[in-house]
């Protein structure tokens, strides 16, 4: 098997056992990425001597037996988390040269724990989308194909960049962060793997915030093992995000063995959209009968909210991002246009510095938050949340985890979903309630459409059971036996 | 409830976003989709209902109040578009 078709947990296994070095498992990830970056611009920077500095000690460390957690592995970092003198961008013309002085908490556990870097991946700016094109260096496309037609699709969003990468085996895994839905809605976009954990799981320093109530980073790897690996790794409390969780972190991966037997698993009955393709009901359909199968209890619950989360999801989100974002000001960081007076500086600059659908996410939040407003938009919606909140609180009374859908439809080509605003934002309608309530769900590639495009099944859980979800996640997996491959893979 | 050009106005002008006059009839058309698609949440009856701040419930952490960091001007200028010495420079604000 090539090195690049490894997983995670496999490639860990021959590196402890000296079969192969860090350093060949890092050049081969950066063969890959030389031959595809071209095609699939999953990349923004790339950071090849940085990964072989980080294989190089790695290869030393377990040459003396002393191998770290994650020692030698290839990951991929998506261009939301600061890292120390390594440009980070958040996709936008607004941080193009913008150099951290400082490391975000979640790669700094990484790095400590002997991850080998191999780049910063492209996503939306400021992780505002659904499909990579608000991305100011162009977007990401999918490694998949539709036999039949030539355009290429999107890698979703706003994770996509790091989805293609580990779609296309150049990186073993990658880091997402997920506001509502955007490490889930790439991982089934691009068939992989992803986990949003519970909020505060994962510390939110150092990860340019886009809306802080919501803002949340996970793994996203090929199998559900991978991504327990590497959650393992990035969760933990962190005196420096204040909505950090003082809750210890379970070995994840042991979770992978949990039956499912005896679990009731929640079908929530408004998930059923109108206009879902039959191809999504039938997958969805068929895991709920995986579960069973396997020992599970399928119970249809209700969740009667799930239709008003969206609209509150864009009430609540463009008004975090518009006081977050009131930092580009020109002033310490980032880009500046010169002007006569300061009030002309900031308002040349962000016009010049964000993108459309920031202007209009930051110009949407500025309105639901202004006097005369806030009431009927922005209170109402966080009163509405609690009802979504509520909604879920009752379920898990009946049900162990939900299982439903990760997205209404498989990917669709790029540039599509461009009519209207709102079209691009009914991609998130099964990922946004959880994100709302702040609870983990992950992902799993669970089948395939007509096409041949990957699908994929979420699995929610009641606040910090990550277990629970991950066994549920592995069940599926196991039972689904996903294994198709994008048109465009490394060969090596 | 629909945006009028003066109002889009304003509000490019409070989030300090400078809008030209000919952006504003597509981005009106925009934020009113947006908006006329949000307005549902109208039709809920949340009077009883308390805000949700935040998803998880918890009391935020005290901590000792001393200096735990700092002394650091050159990481924190780096990035600066302009500086003169240890400051931030911007346009002249006082006449």
């Given at each position: 098997m090539?090195?690049?078709?490894l997983?995670?947990a496999?490639?860990?296994?021959k590196?402890?056992?000296?079969e192969?070095?860090?350093?060949e ?7 890959a990425?030389e031959?595809?970056q071209?095609?699939l611009?999953a990349f923004i920077?790339l950071?090849?001597?940085?990964a072989?500095a980080?294989?190089?000690a ?5 040459a003396r037996g002393?191998a ?8 991929a970092?998506k261009?939301?988390?600061?890292t120390?003198?390594v440009?980070?961008t ?15 908490t979640?790669?700094?556990k990484?790095?400590?724990a002997?991850a080998?870097f191999?780049?910063k991946?492209?996503?939306d700016e400021f992780?505002m989308?659904?499909?990579n094109?608000?991305?100011a260096?162009?977007p990401a496309?999918?490694?998949?194909q ?9 890698p979703?969003?706003s994770?996509g960049?790091?989805a293609a ?6 990186a073993l895994g990658?880091?997402g962060t997920d ?6 809605q790439?991982a089934a976009?691009?068939g992989?793997a ?8 994962c510390?939110?320093y ?7 109530s919501?803002d949340q ?9 991978d991504?327990a690996?590497?959650l393992e ?6 005196p420096?995000?204040?909505t ?6 379970p070995?994840?991966a042991e979770?992978l ?5 005896g679990l009731r ?5 408004e998930y059923?959209?109108?206009g879902m393709?039959?191809?999504i009901?039938a ?7 995986w ?5 599970a ?8 909210h ?5 609209p509150?999801?864009?009430?609540v989100?463009?008004?975090?991002c518009s ?8 002033v310490r ?5 010169p ?13 010049a510095?964000?993108g459309?659908?920031?202007?209009r996410r930051?110009l ?9 407003y ?10 509405v949340?609690?009802?979504?909140l509520r909604d879920?609180?009752?379920?898990f009374?009946?049900?162990?985890a939900?299982?439903?859908p990760?997205?209404?439809?498989a990917?669709?080509p ?11 934002y009914?991609?998130?309608v ?5 994100s709302?309530?702040?609870?983990p769900a ?6 395939t459409?007509a096409?041949?495009l990957?699908?994929?099944?979420q699995?929610?859980g009641r ?14 997996e196991e039972s689904a036996g996903?294994?198709?491959?994008p048109?465009?893979?490394?060969q090596? | 409830?629909?945006?009028d050009f003066?109002t889009?106005?304003r509000?490019?002008?409070?989030a ?6 000919d952006?504003?009839?597509k981005?009106a058309?925009e934020?009113?989709t ?11 009856d ?6 949700l701040?935040?998803p ?12 735990d960091?700092g002394?650091i001007?050159e ?5 600066a ?10 346009p002249?604000v006082?006449?």
């Amino acid at each position: 098997m090539s090195l690049t078709d490894l997983t995670l947990a496999e490639a860990r296994k021959k590196l402890r056992a000296r079969e192969v070095s860090a350093r060949e498992l890092t050049e081969a990830h950066l063969r890959a990425i030389e031959a595809l970056q071209p095609k699939l611009n999953a990349f923004i920077t790339l950071t090849p001597e940085l990964a072989l500095a980080q294989a190089k000690a790695a290869d030393e460390r377990l040459a003396r037996g002393e191998a770290l957690p994650l020692d030698g592995l290839p990951l991929a970092i998506k261009d939301l988390f600061c890292t120390e003198g390594v440009r980070t961008t958040a996709a936008s013309r607004m941080l193009e040269n913008f150099i951290p002085p400082y490391e975000s908490t979640v790669t700094a556990k990484l790095k400590a724990a002997g991850a080998v870097f191999l780049g910063k991946t492209n996503l939306d700016e400021f992780a505002m989308g659904s499909s990579n094109i608000t991305s100011a260096f162009g977007p990401a496309v999918s490694p998949w194909q539709r036999p039949d037609d030539p355009r290429p699709l999107t890698p979703g969003g706003s994770s996509g960049g790091s989805a293609a990468a580990v779609a296309a085996r150049l990186a073993l895994g990658a880091t997402g962060t997920d506001t509502g839905g955007s490490i889930r809605q790439p991982a089934a976009f691009c068939g992989i793997a992803g986990i949003k954990p519970t909020y505060g799981r994962c510390s939110r320093y150092g990860i340019v915030a886009f809306a802080s109530s919501l803002d949340q980073a996970g793994p996203m790897a090929r199998t559900v093992e991978d991504c327990a690996i590497l959650l393992e790794v990035m969760a933990g409390f962190d005196p420096k995000d204040s909505t950090s969780a003082e809750e210890p972190v379970p070995p994840f991966a042991e979770a992978l063995k949990r039956s499912v037997r005896g679990l009731r698993i929640g079908i929530p009955k408004e998930y059923r959209v109108e206009g879902m393709p039959p191809e999504i009901l039938a997958l969805w359909e068929k895991g709920a009968a995986w579960l069973e199968t396997a020992g599970a209890e399928i119970r249809e619950v209700s969740l009667p909210h799930t239709p008003h989360a969206l609209p509150t999801y864009y009430i609540v989100a463009p008004a975090e991002c518009s006081s977050n974002l009131a930092r580009y000001d020109g002033v310490r960081y980032g880009l500046r246009v010169p002007a006569e007076d300061l009030t002309e500086m900031y308002e040349k600059t962000r016009a010049a510095g964000f993108g459309a659908e920031v202007k209009r996410r930051i110009l949407i939040g500025t309105y639901v938050l202004s006097a005369g407003y806030y009431d009927a938009y922005y209170l109402r919606a966080q009163k509405v949340r609690s009802l979504i909140l509520r909604d879920f609180t009752e379920a898990f009374r009946e049900v162990d985890a939900l299982l439903t859908p990760t997205a209404p439809s498989a990917a669709f080509p790029l540039g599509e979903k461009m009519d209207d605003p709102v079209t691009m934002y009914l991609n998130d309608v099964f990922t946004v309630p959880a994100s709302l309530a702040g609870l983990p769900a992950l992902s799993v590639p669970c089948g395939t459409d007509a096409q041949g495009l990957p699908l994929g099944l979420q699995v929610i859980g009641r606040p910090f059971d990550e277990e629970g979800i991950i066994a549920v996640g592995r069940a599926l997996e196991e039972s689904a036996g996903f294994a198709a491959r994008p048109a465009l893979a490394a060969q090596e | 409830m629909s945006l009028d050009f003066e109002t889009v106005r304003r509000i490019a002008h409070l989030a300090r976003i400078r809008v030209e006059d000919d952006e504003l009839p597509k981005l009106a058309a925009e934020l009113n989709t947006i908006l006329g698609w949000v307005e549902q949440l109208a039709a809920l009856d949340v009077a009883e209902i308390p805000p949700l701040t935040g998803p998880v419930s918890m009391a935020l952490r005290m901590r000792e109040d001393v200096i735990d960091d700092g002394g650091i001007p050159e990481k924190v200028l780096a990035n600066a578009p302009e500086r003169l010495g240890d400051y931030f420079v911007v346009p002249k604000v006082v006449e």
